[in-house]
């Protein structure tokens, strides 16, 4: 602004702190990622199961048990890709799914 004697007023900005992702934001965010689980099914434990926000308590003690489980759930844009690995042996998220069968199998769950 000009003042009525000419001079120009200068007003300087306050300074705003820049903002940083604290810890508990960042895992919010990873928590927040959709997954889907592409591994074989069970009741309770359905194949291609969107998970939005993290994983039921239920899933989580499977996972517990049978950490392969957690491996096989996905982000949504790796899904056709891992689809087809699970069925070509010899890749490691077909052993993924052939240990959670035995796992379900041992549980006496399939």
């Given at each position: 602004?000009?003042?009525?004697?000419?001079e120009?007023?200068?007003?300087t900005?306050?300074?705003?702190?820049?903002?940083?992702?604290?810890?508990?934001?960042?895992?919010?965010?990873?928590?927040?990622e959709?997954?889907?689980?592409?591994g074989?099914?069970?009741p309770g434990?359905?194949?291609?199961?969107?998970?939005?926000?993290g994983?039921p308590i239920?899933?989580?003690?499977?996972?517990?048990?049978?950490?392969?489980?957690?491996?096989l759930?996905?982000?949504?844009?790796?899904?056709?890709?891992?689809q087809?690995?699970?069925?070509e042996?010899?890749t490691?998220?077909?052993?993924?799914?052939?240990?959670?069968?035995?796992?379900?199998?041992?549980?006496g769950n399939?």
């Open positions: 602004m000009t003042k009525e004697n000419g120009v007023e200068v007003r900005a306050r300074k705003v702190p820049a903002v940083k992702k604290s810890e508990s934001t960042e895992k919010v965010e990873v928590l927040s959709k997954k889907i689980y592409v074989p099914g069970k434990l359905v194949t291609n199961t969107v998970y939005d926000g994983y239920f899933i989580k003690e499977m996972i517990e048990e049978c950490p392969e489980i957690e491996k759930m996905v982000a949504i844009k790796d899904y056709s890709t891992a087809q690995k699970i069925r042996k010899g490691l998220e077909h052993a993924h799914a052939e240990k959670i069968m035995a796992y379900f199998k041992k549980e399939q």
